[in-house]
């Protein structure tokens, strides 16, 4: 039996987390983002870090959403709430 980590919204494109696992998922991702953005400040005099702020965000969100993806309940779709 597969235990989805996420429930899809009833409308609209996109889910929530159902389980610890999917909070941990999501709660890790945003921790990540938030450690990461900290430490990219305290080196702000780098032109890079801005770069490397924005590559690491869109990485982080792009691991996201393939992980909710899998693990929610017929897959990440547009809902219209009849369902």
Request: glycine share 10%; proline share 2%.
């Amino acid at each position: 039996m597969t235990t989805y980590w996420f429930k899809p919204k009833r409308y609209g494109y996109g889910a929530t987390p159902a389980t610890w696992q999917g909070w941990a998922v999501t709660l890790g991702t945003v921790a990540a983002m938030v450690v990461v953005s900290l430490y990219l400040r305290l080196t702000e005099r780098h032109d890079w870090a801005l770069a490397a702020l924005i590559a690491f965000d869109v990485a982080a969100l792009a691991m996201l959403l393939i992980v909710s993806g899998r693990k929610t309940k017929g897959g990440l779709r547009w809902r219209w709430g009849n369902e």
